[in-house]
């Protein structure tokens, strides 16, 4: 963990290169520092997914909406401002990374941050080793 689930109306694709604003947003996350100027996020663990909507509807429907939610899902116990900061990356790449929509279209954007008790959490990866620093 973290993840980063983009959900996203389909209208979307066409208009932006989605794999490139996935790697945007897991370089945003890769480079939030914590108040020790540590990175928050493991290199090995930080995964940024994007999905379409099968079926939408947004507002009232008299226009060609787009809509995309962002949300962070990260384990708990950082503090109010990591948290701040890793909205804030997410959604100022996100919004650089869509400025010309912004600028064309009807755009809306959610960005959330979850962070919670897990009730069951396995992690099973051979990616993790990859980033680990020798002892």
């Known amino acids: 963990m973290p993840h980063l689930v983009m959900l996203y109306t389909r209208n979307l694709e066409p208009l932006t290169d989605l794999d490139a604003m996935c790697r945007t947003?897991?370089?945003?996350?890769?480079?939030?520092?914590?108040?020790?100027?540590?990175?928050?996020?493991?290199?090995?663990?930080?995964?940024?997914?994007a999905l379409p909507a099968a079926h939408h509807a947004v507002a009232d429907g008299t226009r060609d909406y787009l809509f995309v939610y962002l949300n962070v899902r990260?384990?708990?116990?950082?503090?109010?401002?990591?948290h701040k900061a890793v909205g804030d990356a997410v959604a100022t790449a996100a919004r650089a990374h869509l400025a010309p929509l912004y600028d064309s279209r009807h755009i809306g954007m959610t960005v959330q941050i979850d962070e919670g008790h897990e009730v069951f959490d396995a992690k099973l990866s051979t990616i993790h080793p990859l980033f680990a620093k020798p002892a």
């Open 25 to 49: 947003l897991c370089d945003a996350m890769l480079a939030v520092k914590d108040e020790n100027d540590r990175p928050v996020f493991p290199t090995g663990g930080t995964r940024v997914l």
């Open 74 to 82: 990260m384990a708990k116990g950082r503090s109010d401002a990591v």
